[in-house]
């Protein structure tokens, strides 16, 4: 409610300094004449009242009256919802050229994350750079079989922590606790180390993984209208910074250590992806360096709240 509210309060002082705008439409950029239907929109706050506290009953509802592919206009912003499953899969993969790119959250912008972050950078020869990395690096059969028996390993722990519980009678947290599962088998993979064993110093990432999910999950008037970007209203994209930042110097010191690991006679590799990556920035003949790799780990550390990799474009000619 509070978010409604500061809408309001954001409508009536620009309806006062505006007051022309519901006869001129002087605040909004010229709209294409072929879009699909919807509601009709307020000024200068457009359709975010019709998203209430419930969007995606709002949206179901907004679909019933409008169609299966409806416009909405989110303040200053442009945007089609699509609830139809046979539209959605030809806009996702027949004309997924065209529709690719996304619009980028302001929040993400901290540390130039949508410009080196892959599920943000457009359509481009460093996204395809990016892509080939990921396919070939990370998410190949071979390397996802090397790794099969961590994954293994992390679900053996899951069942014996569920039966742990079970055992005392007592109540198990879910969503924490395949959470935890899947960070552990993630940064296992990644690092070769569990992100939230209570013994490891890495342990802390869980609780800041998890402020980073929920500062990009907040809803941000800057995202809507564009003017507020420059005064960050929410303090979103500042706190991001911060915690941006603390991941980068984990990501840091696990790369110290593993090029200083690297360098010792008689050390076993990990095979991890941090070992296959810092063989890529080594090659003479790649692009990637250390900068475009914490950026790789900041993403893949989403992946236990956000499924990031299907947020990647599919691209048939990459």
């Known amino acids: 409610m509070d978010f409604l509210v500061l809408i309001l309060y954001v409508y009536l002082i620009w309806v006062l300094f505006q007051a022309l705008s519901f006869v001129t439409n002087r605040g909004r950029r010229a709209r294409p004449s072929n879009l699909p239907p919807g509601p009709w929109p307020l000024p200068i706050i457009g359709n975010l009242l019709e998203l209430g506290d419930l969007p995606h009953k709002s949206l179901a509802r907004l679909a019933h009256a409008y169609g299966p592919i409806i416009k909405l206009e989110l303040g200053f912003m442009t945007t089609v919802v699509v609830s139809s499953p046979m539209l959605a899969k030809e806009i996702l993969q027949t004309h997924d050229a065209v529709l690719s790119n996304r619009m980028i ?10 410009k080196l972050g892959l599920p943000w950078v457009p359509i481009s020869p460093l996204f395809q750079n990016l892509r080939k990395v990921y396919n070939s690096h990370i998410f190949s059969s071979t390397k996802l079989d090397l790794n099969h028996h961590l994954r293994g390993e992390k679900v053996q722990e899951l069942v014996a922590f569920v039966r742990k519980y079970a055992d005392a009678g007592e109540a198990v947290n879910i969503g924490e606790a395949a959470f935890r599962t899947s960070l552990n088998a993630i940064s296992n993979m990644v690092f070769s ?19 980073i999910m929920f500062e990009i999950g907040k809803p941000n008037l800057a995202d809507y209208f564009p003017v507020l970007k420059k005064i960050d209203l929410h303090g979103s994209k500042r706190r991001l910074e911060v915690l941006f930042q603390k991941m980068f110097n984990f990501f840091d010191d696990a790369i110290r250590r593993r090029l200083q690991l690297r360098t010792e006679k008689g050390s076993a590799r990990c095979n991890d992806v941090l070992d296959n990556l810092l063989d890529v920035v080594e090659d003479e003949n790649e692009t990637l360096d250390i900068s475009l790799v914490k950026h790789l780990f900041l993403v893949l550390s989403r992946f236990p709240d956000c499924d990031n990799y299907d947020l990647i474009p599919r691209k048939k000619d990459l």
């Open 105 to 114: 959250p302001e929040s993400i912008t901290a540390h130039d994350h949508d």
């Open 193 to 211: 180390l569990d992100m939230t064993d209570p013994l490891n110093p890495a342990g802390a990432l869980k609780e800041l993984v998890w402020q």
